[in-house]
């Protein structure tokens, strides 16, 4: 059992709309190498349905980390999920889901070793706010 070439074209399209909402790049063609990573995904994981595709793709559009909120910018593409088992392993498991941390029972509360009046946080950086006219023309 395989997924059929018209579930792979509409895997395309699914995946291309969330590439359009989520800010991530979309695809424009289904090679026959990704054709090949596709039907094995979906052999491994029983994904032969356009439901279960668009099941993992929910998933990624609810993930922060996956759509570059990360410290490299990095976000997802086609190719990184579909490439390996180990990487499609990852987005089914929900490592990259959204977390809230939640202190142990009995932990201290996190002091802020920063004074919040002298950061302020600029593309995603904290920085001391004597940093902000140094460098600039």
């Known amino acids: 059992l395989k997924p059929s070439s018209e579930t792979i074209n509409k895997i395309k399209l699914e995946w291309n709309k969330i590439a359009s909402s ?7 063609k289904i090679t026959s190498d990704r054709t090949s990573k596709i039907r094995a995904r ?20 609810k993930s922060d980390f996956l759509q570059g909120d990360n410290d490299r910018n990095w976000t997802i593409t086609f190719d990184w999920l579909i490439y390996s088992e180990k990487n499609f392993t990852k987005v089914l498991e929900d490592n990259y889901k959204n977390k809230t941390r939640k202190r142990k029972a009995g932990a201290a509360p996190i002091k802020n070793k920063y004074k919040d009046d002298e950061y302020v946080i600029i593309d995603r950086k904290l920085v001391h706010k004597s940093e902000l006219n140094k460098n600039r023309c």
Request: charged share 25%; with cysteine.
């Open 22 to 28: 989520c800010n991530i790049s979309s695809i424009q």
């Open 42 to 61: 979906a052999k491994e994981f029983k994904m032969y349905s356009l439901r279960s595709w668009k099941q993992l793709f929910d998933k990624i559009s």
